[in-house]
């Protein structure tokens, strides 16, 4: 019995000894757990709420240098693009600077000659072998027929051609005396001087480059296609046997018979606008080359 008693006491000391614990050990372990509470509170905090600054960072870059030479790439590009693109040459406005070269310090000025239209290359040959019948190589050195390649359409083919640039009309440069006067106006086929009869006006550096450039291109155009380079300048032009203004005749139903007069020409596509009366109001219609023909 005493046993028992002995047991159930040293029992109730060891419960008692489980509850009644030390102040300042149960002060320590109170202040690790806040701390620890507060750490983790800090921890998702910080995980919830996005930095800012690591934002802003995303947006210019974590390095100075690299922000910079960005900078400076795009501010490049935007200067190339306010600057207007460089003009590629004119290849028209060389050739004019080429002619006034070649005509700068030549013998004689250059006059303008009527003469039969048709007959232009005749005059050329007859009045280069007079100059020499004649004895005037001193006085008469040179003669031109401006000439020009076109591309014209005939029986639905495209044809290339070389026609005169001015029908009717020749160059030469001389210097005037009565006596070269008198060879080239008694020359076959030649009518008279541009001028007043006896006084031919001679023509001005300008209007010379003007009516030779054309003669210049068309060699230079040569040369190029025998070396096998590139033809500077624009190509022939396409010309056809209608012209904007002309009346012309409809002959496709049902409009058979019809005077139309043209508007536009497409001489690429062989097709041409003209504007018909229709219920008292001129209407435009497209039609090809071969449904409308010249009035006779």
């Not at 030479?69 to 501010?75: G, L």
């Not at 006085?139 to 076109?150: C, D, K």
């Not at 020359?187 to 300008?206: C, K």
């Given at each position: 019995?005493?046993?028992?008693?002995?047991?159930?006491?040293?029992?109730?000391?060891?419960?008692?000894?489980?509850?009644?614990?030390?102040?300042?050990?149960?002060?320590?372990?109170?202040?690790?757990?806040?701390?620890?509470?507060?750490?983790?509170?800090?921890?998702?905090?910080?995980?919830?709420?996005?930095?800012?600054?690591?934002?802003?960072?995303?947006?210019?870059?974590?390095?100075?240098?690299?922000?910079?030479?960005?900078?400076?790439?795009?501010?490049?590009?935007?200067?190339?693009?306010?600057?207007?693109?460089?003009?590629?040459?004119?290849?028209?406005?060389?050739?004019?600077?080429?002619?006034?070269?070649?005509?700068?310090?030549?013998?004689?000025?250059?006059?303008?000659?009527h003469t039969y239209a048709g007959y232009e290359k005749r005059v050329k040959q007859?009045?280069?072998?007079?100059?020499?019948?004649?004895?005037?190589?001193?006085?008469?050195?040179?003669?031109?027929?401006?000439?020009?390649?076109?591309?014209?359409?005939?029986?639905?083919?495209?044809?290339?051609?070389?026609?005169?640039r001015m029908p009717g009309y020749a160059l030469i440069r001389m210097d005037m005396?009565?006596?070269?006067?008198?060879?080239?106006?008694?020359?076959?086929?030649?009518?008279?001087?541009?001028?007043?009869?006896?006084?031919?006006?001679?023509?001005?550096?300008?209007?010379?480059?003007?009516?030779?450039?054309?003669?210049?291109?068309?060699?230079?155009?040569?040369?190029?296609?025998?070396?096998?380079?590139?033809?500077?300048?624009?190509?022939?032009?396409?010309?056809?046997?209608?012209?904007?203004?002309?009346?012309?005749?409809l002959t496709t139903e049902p409009w058979i018979g019809m005077p139309a007069t043209?508007?536009?020409?497409?001489?690429?596509?062989?097709?041409?606008?003209?504007?018909?009366?229709?219920?008292?109001?001129?209407?435009?219609?497209?039609?090809?080359?071969?449904?409308?023909?010249?009035?006779?």
């Amino acid at each position: 019995m005493a046993n028992e008693d002995e047991k159930l006491q040293v029992g109730e000391e060891l419960a008692s000894a489980a509850v009644d614990t030390d102040p300042a050990a149960d002060t320590a372990y109170s202040a690790a757990a806040s701390a620890e509470a507060v750490a983790v509170s800090a921890d998702n905090a910080a995980a919830e709420v996005p930095a800012p600054d690591a934002v802003e960072l995303d947006a210019t870059s974590a390095e100075p240098g690299a922000v910079d030479t960005e900078v400076t790439e795009v501010s490049e590009e935007q200067a190339a693009q306010a600057e207007p693109a460089a003009e590629e040459p004119d290849a028209g406005a060389e050739t004019a600077e080429m002619v006034r070269a070649k005509i700068k310090g030549l013998p004689g000025r250059w006059y303008v000659l009527h003469t039969y239209a048709g007959y232009e290359k005749r005059v050329k040959q007859d009045l280069e072998i007079r100059l020499h019948s004649m004895n005037m190589e001193d006085f008469i050195f040179q003669v031109e027929v401006p000439m020009e390649e076109v591309v014209e359409v005939r029986k639905g083919q495209n044809k290339l051609v070389s026609r005169v640039r001015m029908p009717g009309y020749a160059l030469i440069r001389m210097d005037m005396t009565n006596e070269s006067w008198r060879v080239v106006q008694e020359t076959n086929g030649v009518t008279g001087f541009v001028g007043n009869g006896r006084n031919p006006v001679a023509l001005t550096d300008d209007e010379v480059v003007d009516m030779l450039t054309p003669v210049v291109e068309q060699q230079v155009a040569h040369e190029a296609v025998a070396a096998g380079k590139p033809v500077p300048g624009k190509g022939p032009e396409l010309v056809t046997q209608y012209e904007v203004g002309e009346t012309v005749t409809l002959t496709t139903e049902p409009w058979i018979g019809m005077p139309a007069t043209i508007s536009d020409i497409d001489p690429v596509n062989r097709r041409l606008t003209v504007l018909m009366t229709l219920v008292g109001q001129e209407t435009p219609v497209d039609l090809s080359f071969g449904q409308v023909q010249k009035m006779d």
